[in-house]
């Protein structure tokens, strides 16, 4: 049975930093593309960054270029996202996300295994 379970959620100041994390099991964790999305109340939900199986290759929604840093540890069967400069409109609930294979567009449609989430708000 495939598990992701998403932790390091929080609440932060706007400005501030926070590291989220997914620790996978169950798959084959390291020919698997990892995906981070968000999503906040009302909204649907959106793609926020991922990474290749081996870590070569990484995506980026806009929104958090230059923000977040998406890394994986494929001996630790864990993905990480460093997350600064974190602002209000970054409030949400953040899944993590199991693909195969590595894609050029991430609809959540397209992924193969959710996590539960986990909560991050940032207070202004």
């Known amino acids: 049975q495939v598990q992701l379970v998403e932790s390091g959620g929080g609440l932060v100041q706007a400005g501030g930093s926070l590291r989220i994390s997914c620790v996978g099991s169950g798959l084959t964790y390291s020919t698997y593309a990892m995906g981070w999305f968000r999503q906040a109340p009302g909204k649907e939900r959106e793609f926020v960054a991922a990474?290749?199986?081996?870590?070569?290759?990484?995506n980026y929604a806009h929104s958090v270029k230059g923000r977040f840093t998406i890394s994986r540890d494929n001996a630790k069967m864990t993905m990480y996202l460093q997350m600064r400069s974190l602002k209000p409109e970054d409030t949400a609930v953040y899944y993590c996300?199991?693909?195969?294979?590595?894609?050029?567009?991430?609809?959540?449609?397209?992924?193969?295994?959710w996590g539960e989430g986990t909560q991050v708000t940032v207070s202004s």
């Open positions: 990474i290749s199986s081996l870590s070569l290759s990484t």
């Open positions: 996300a199991a693909r195969r294979p590595y894609g050029t567009s991430w609809p959540p449609g397209a992924m193969d295994y």
